[in-house]
Each structure stands twice: as structure tokens, then as C-alpha cells.
């Protein structure tokens, strides 16, 4: 007999499930209806103190009672509701609904009959149909979640790392899933240990590779959404030693409406292990230059331009107008933001910043407020070997967004720069300084725009950025390339620098350049093997010849530095928001400025490459280009001031992602 149980009630449970919904209103409507005068019965003999006492008012009251009971849950969404997933938001509606029904059953009881019912049984009444409720969901919502589908394949046996709020809520949320299902915590904290939280057993960390043998538990869900990137690579490291697969529950930055779900569980991305914990954005900055104004994001379809306009979006602005040079990056973007349903107008223009024309008519017709540039080439090889139209767009382009911005007096004007424009040994950096020059002049005249630039370093995920280079070199086997192993540069996820640079551009004054906190610059090397171990795999090297994927070192590129730096000379303030630093640097007069992009640009028309280098040295008098590793040496030797601000602020760390073999 108990060897065909568990089929009968899988059967059972498959066909309630697999029943339409009319025919499940039905059944649940026919059973209530039922039980609903029995329960009103039960409630009059416990305030009657007999049976015969309570038949004495007949069939009616009881029917009635039923009736109105039934009325109620109908309103209040009950049999809409998926028994599988009923939670107590809907019982507590259920509960106030019942209430209202004994209210109304009492008043036409009273209208109907002399014979008033006693009062107290209405309400004890309340209490037994309310336990039949929830008992009965319960017991209903338990038989079919614990039969349907049978018996779960041991690789979608859980733990959840962290037995708090948001591992609690995972656990609950879990019980839903046909995907997953939780079977114990793990903490860190001895105070949970041996405890039970929603649920669950608690197990300290240090039994972790124990436990999850002996449960068969493949996969370990972080449900530590607060941990900072440090104790989370920590966390990481710890179950990759045990064998074990790992996957997280999204950071606060992204559990915007703080609900987690099954839903809620991803990947762990790099961002994860490299990202800080965010500053949420001071919305009287985020809005200032943004709600209710006419917004103009150049570059708009590029890694920084499109997460801006996503940032932008949602603080309302009356019209957001996309300028992009390319066809299916700026269609992209358009898509994406018409899908949010936002009020806002969106406008996309096909062209280039360079051609003055399209962007003084977009200025003056549409009135632009706010203008992010960030249109610009940033690819320092590609640049450097396509020097006359890498200056022609970073160059050329700015001097018409600023020109037009000044002409038709548009409110902020806002540069997107780069770390590469501080001491730059490229032409793109070199190109970007000479870009903030050109606001930095613009800002010196006499106009009623408040010019400013914002720097910072590289963004995770970005097109370009060497993230999606590793990744794609790991799944092809190897090897990860990597120029120089003393390579380090700061990182910065793309919402956060957006969030920063809007915020920036709201404190502007006029002229200055806003430097990004970029945290801790990280080793590109560490950067891979990080990569490396988050794949489950092993460095081949001369320690693990049998090692799967092998790094391999192929030299410096043309005009690449070891080291990016975000000051030019050693002096900044903090600025009104934590992690956003202003300074001013040097400018060029505005006409000396103009000569000589002129005669940078006639020798860009002529592609005298040398010629470029020599005037584009008279413009950024720190531009050194590199030579060969020896000057790249001494470029850094006469920047490295241990005293300066710059290595104060960002001190660079060797290590910071190195995970023990």
C-alpha cells in the first residue's frame, strides 16, 4: 500500500494541476459551499452548547451565511488565485472580507427573521471559517507542491549562503519553484548555527564542504545582496574550493523594489567581484539637470551614452534627443527606451557630431537644456592607427557640440572624458585632452552655458573593454592575452559612472574637471585569473602544466601605459558628493587654442603622422608618446610622487583580485 501512495497522489496532484481554470473555480466554489454552512454550524453548537439547540433555527441562516461568505471571497480574488502560489497578502484580504460578510449576515438575519441569532456565534463563526481558509489552502497548497513533478534531479538541490532578510525570502520564495529547492543555510554567524529559518537548518560555513556531500548539493546561492565586493570574492573562493557551482541573488543596486524570487537568482558576473557597493544617487543632483528639460546625449548608442540615457529616462525629462552616427546602435537604444513607457519624448538623429549643421539644428529647433557628450572614438590601438579621423571625430566633434551648445545657449554642456587624457602616450587620450581644452576655452568665454568635464577610468562591460575579450579567449580554450603583467586600471561599473557623471554635471560651475572615484586600480592579470576560477577552471602555468587555460604575455601596444592616472597635476577638492573630486587644470587661451587644432587639422588632411605627433605636443604639453618600455618606464618614474593626491586617493594595489591556487 505505501509503495503505490506516493504514484496515487502524484497522478492526483498532475490531474488538479492540469485541470482548467473554470473547472478548478468550480470545484473550489462547490467545496465551499459546503463547508462554509457547516462551519457556521460548528460555530453555533460551541456558543449554543447543543446540537439540537443550533437545528432549531432551521436550514436558512446557515445557507445564508454561506452564501454571503462565498460573495465575499469571490471579491476579495480567492478563487483567482493559484493555490500553489496563495501568499498571506491574500488571506489577509480574505480575513477582512469575512469580517464584512459576518457584519452583513448579521444585518440581514436581523431583517429577516425576529429571531435574532446570538451574536458572539457570528463571531466565533469568523474565527472557524477563516482557520478553514488557510487550513484548507495550506494543506491543498502542500500536497500539490510536494507531488507535482515528481522527485527533482539532484543538480537543482540548493543551499543559500546567508540566512538572513533576503536568504529567508529566498527560501520562501523557493518553495514555488520548479527549478530549485532549497535545503539548507549556510553562516558565517555561530549565533545561527544549528538554527532554523524559514524553514531551513543552518550550518556554519566551516562544514560547508561536509553538508553539501552529504545533502548532494551542487549549487550554492549567495544571498548576501549588501556584501561588499571583497567578502563576496571571499565567499566565491571558499565554495569553488569545495567543488561546488555558485550563483547569486541580484545586488541591492539591482533589487530596485527590494522582492526577491526565484527569478532573482543570476550568474555572478565580474561586476560582482570587481564593482563597490554604490552610493545611491542624491536625487537633488540626479534630477537637477534632467526632470522637466530638453536633453540632447551625443554618442548615445555607445557603452556610456546609452546607459546615460537610461539614467536620464527615468528622471522624466520633457524630451530626450539620441545623437548617433551609427544606424543600429541609435535604433537599439530608441527600441530599448520606448519600451519603458516613460512620458518622455524621445527623438533619435542619424549623423555625425561633426557635422555643425545637424547639431545647431537640433539645438536651436528643439531647444536643448542639458547636452552629454560622450560621442567620441576610444580604442587606443584602432585610434593610433587611424590618427587623422580618431582627431577629426574626438576633436572636431567637440568643437561643435561646445560652439553650438554657446551659440544657442543651452544651460549644461557636460564633456564624457577619460583617465587616458591625464599625461596621455596616445593619440586618443591626447585627442580627449584636447577636447577639455576646448571646454575648458569655451568656459572662459563669455556665454551662459556652464561647460564642465567629467573623468574617469574604464567601465565593466563596455564595448572594447577586456572583459568580453577574456571571456570570449576562455571559452575558445585559451590563451588569455595580456600586454604587460604589471598592467593595472581602474574599473567602474557603467550604471554607477552614468549615475556619477549626471551628478557631476548638476554641480558645475563652470570650467571644471570632476574626477571619478574610481576605488582601487586593479591588475589586469588578477583580472584574468579571476576569470579564470570563476569558469571552474585552472591557469596552466610552469606549477600545473596539466592547467586549462594558459595567459600569455604579448607586449605593450602602440601608445599603451602601464599605469592610468586621473589628475594631471597634484591637487583636488572634494566636491559636494562622496565620491565625485573637482580640480581645475590648466588652459589654453582661446585663440592660441584654435590656431593650432588648425594647424593640427591641416596636417591631419595631409596624414602627416609626424606632423600630428609635433603639434599635438604644443597643445597637450604633457603628451609623451611612447617610444619604447624604457620611456614608458619614465613616464611613470616622474609621475609617481608618493606625496602627490593622486597616489594618496587611488593607491594602486598588486593583488587585489589574486585568488590562492
Known sequence: MSTKYPSIAARLSKKLVSMNRWSKFVLMLATDFVA??????????????????????????????????????????????????????????????????????????????????????????????FSYVVGSRIMVRTFLRSNAGGQRQQKNIIAIYGAGEAGAQLAQALR???????????????????????????????????????????????????????????????????????KTVQTLFELADDKISAQSIREIKIEDLLGRTPVPPRLDLFAKCVRGKSVLVTGAGGSIG????????????????????????????????????????????????????????????????????????????LVEANMAEGIRNNVVGTQTVAAAAKKFEVQTCVLISTDKAVRPTNIMGASKRIAELIFQAAAKSDSKTTFCMVRFGNVLGSSGSVVP??????????????????????????????????????????????????????????????????????????????????????????????????????????????????????SLAPEILNKLIEQLLQACNSNDHEGIKAIMQKIVREYLPRQSDHTEDNVYSRSSNPHSVQTKLFEPVSALLSLPK
Open 36 to 129: 462554509m454552512p457547516f462551519c457556521f454550524l460548528f460555530a453555533m453548537v460551541l456558543r449554543l452548547g447543543d446540537l439540537k439547540l443550533a437545528l432549531d433555527y432551521e436550514v436558512t441562516p446557515y445557507l445564508v451565511v454561506g452564501a454571503l461568505t462565498i460573495i465575499v471571497f469571490a471579491a476579495s480574488g480567492l478563487y483567482k488565485a493559484v493555490i500553489r502560489f496563495i501568499d498571506r497578502h491574500l488571506l489577509t484580504l480574505t480575513g477582512i472580507g469575512l469580517g464584512l460578510a459576518v457584519v452583513a449576515a448579521y444585518s440581514i438575519m436581523f431583517l429577516l427573521n425576529d429571531q435574532i441569532l446570538p451574536r458572539s456565534a457570528l463571531v466565533i463563526y469568523w474565527f472557524i471559517a
Open 176 to 246: 514555488a519553484s520548479e527549478k530549485y529547492r532549497a535545503v539548507c543555510f549556510f553562516d558565517d554567524k555561530l549565533s545561527l548555527q544549528n538554527q532554523n529559518v524559514a524553514g531551513l537548518r543552518v550550518f556554519h560555513t566551516s562544514r560547508l564542504a561536509e553538508i553539501t556531500q552529504q545533502l548532494g548539493i551542487r549549487l550554492i546561492v549567495l544571498a548576501i545582496p549588501s556584501a561588499s565586493t571583497k567578502r563576496r570574492r571571499q565567499v566565491m573562493h571558499q565554495i569553488h574550493e569545495a567543488g561546488l557551482e555558485t
Open 306 to 381: 546609452s546607459e546615460l540615457c537610461r539614467q536620464i529616462i527615468a528622471q522624466t525629462p520633457t524630451h530626450l534627443h539620441l545623437l548617433d552616427h551609427s544606424e543600429f546602435a541609435l535604433y537599439s537604444i530608441k527600441q530599448e527606451l520606448q519600451s519603458r513607457l516613460s512620458a518622455t519624448s524621445i527623438h533619435a538623429h542619424l549623423g555625425s557630431v561633426c557635422d555643425a549643421r545637424l547639431v545647431e539644428h537640433i539645438m536651436q529647433i528643439h531647444r536643448i537644456d542639458t547636452v552629454y557628450h560622450a560621442a567620441a572614438y576610444k580604442h587606443v590601438p
Open 469 to 586: 575579450l577574456f571571456k570570449r579567449q576562455i571559452e575558445l580554450g585559451g590563451p588569455i592575452t595580456i600586454t604587460h603583467p604589471d598592467v593595472v586600471r581602474y574599473f567602474m561599473l557603467i550604471p554607477e559612472a552614468a549615475q556619477l557623471v549626471i551628478q557631476a554635471g548638476a554641480m558645475a560651475k563652470g570650467g571644471e574637471v570632476f574626477v571619478l572615484d574610481m576605488g582601487e586600480p586593479i591588475k589586469i592579470v588578477d583580472l584574468a585569473r579571476t576569470m579564470i576560477d570563476m569558469a571552474g577552471l585552472q591557469e596552466k602555468d610552469e606549477q600545473t602544466p596539466n592547467g586549462d587555460i594558459e595567459i600569455r604575455y604579448v607586449g605593450l601596444r602602440p601608445g599603451e601605459k602601464l599605469y592610468e592616472e586621473l589628475l594631471i597635476e597634484d591637487k583636488a577638492s572634494p566636491s559636494e558628493h562622496p565620491r565625485i573630486m573637482c580640480t581645475t587644470e590648466y
